[in-house]
């Protein structure tokens, strides 16, 4: 579909590459009001998907809904090709869903290494298998295993939350503003991070504010505006998409290199 296209209607794609699709789902957090209003997603395998849009516009909500902190009204939510709706967060994570929150993502007062084994509660016999895994991405974290988490920056517990997260072998991570109230620095270091992330081949849906620079590293890109994906397309194109550009990029990621 072309980026220049409004998606209100779900896409068709083979249903075997297939890890999360959103079918025209409207969801909201009090009774009657609904923050999706048809919103409509694809997520296939080993895929990085960046979902921008101005504030408001229900990015974070998706994420939710997916993870299930959302009555999703009507529509549906599938993980390879089964129904996830209603379903809550430890069925889901045994679906093999993970979830990054933007805030009060890890446990300050334990250990970086007590982090991991929390993310592991299901399964803690393959510790050592998937510590190897997240210490390949996240190399300075196998050293430092037993300083308090509360005692790291805001880009280190950042990393400590992905890691966590991975630690359960997810067929798709979700990450909401994995670069928010971090410096330039870190910023740009996140998003290294979670490039390496997918890389790895973990299919990724990422929310971010920083548009340009959440553009620049995903495979494709959905354009959320009152709850409905308006845009979809690469990320090249959605960067280079005039629309785009003038109703979105003009005050989004400004400070994107």
């Known amino acids: 579909m072309s980026a220049e296209s409004p998606t209100n209607a ?8 297939v890890v999360v699709e959103l079918t025209d789902v409207h969801a909201g957090y009090l ?21 921008i849009g101005p504030n408001g516009a229900g990015k974070s909500t998706l994420l939710k809904a997916i993870f299930g902190l959302v ?10 090709g089964e129904s996830i709706v209603g379903l809550k967060a430890d069925k889901l994570v045994r679906r093999g869903v993970a979830f990054v929150p933007q805030t009060n993502n890890v446990f300050p007062s334990l250990s ?21 895994f997240v210490t ?3 190399a300075e974290l196998g050293k430092r295993l037993k300083q ?32 928010a109230g971090l410096s330039p620095v870190r910023q740009d270091d996140a998003f290294i991070r979670v490039s390496d992330i997918n890389k790895a081949g973990v299919t990724t849906i990422m929310v971010e504010q ?12 959905y354009v959320l505006d009152q709850g409905r994906d308006a845009h979809e397309g690469t990320g090249r194109d959605l960067l280079n ?17």
């Open 71 to 80: 009555n999703v009204r009507s529509g549906d939510i599938t993980v390879k």
């Open 136 to 138: 390949g991405i996240f």
């Open 148 to 179: 308090r988490a509360g005692s790291l920056s805001g880009g280190e517990r950042q990393m400590v939350a992905m890691s966590r997260a991975l630690m359960m072998d997810p067929s798709v991570l979700l990450l909401d503003e994995p670069s």
């Open 31 to 51: 009774p009657g009001v609904n923050i999706l209003n048809g919103a409509n997603l694809v997520a296939r395998q080993g895929e990085l998907i960046g979902i």
């Open 210 to 221: 920083n548009a340009r620079r959440c553009l620049q590293i995903c495979d494709r890109g």
């Open 10 to 17: 779900p896409q068709s794609a083979p249903q075997d590459d």
């Open 112 to 132: 970086i290494e007590e982090n991991l084994q929390m993310g592991l509660y299901q399964n803690p016999k393959i510790y050592t298998e998937r510590l190897e």
């Open 241 to 257: 998409d005039p629309k785009v550009i003038g109703l979105y990029l003009g005050t989004l990621g400004t400070d994107a290199a």
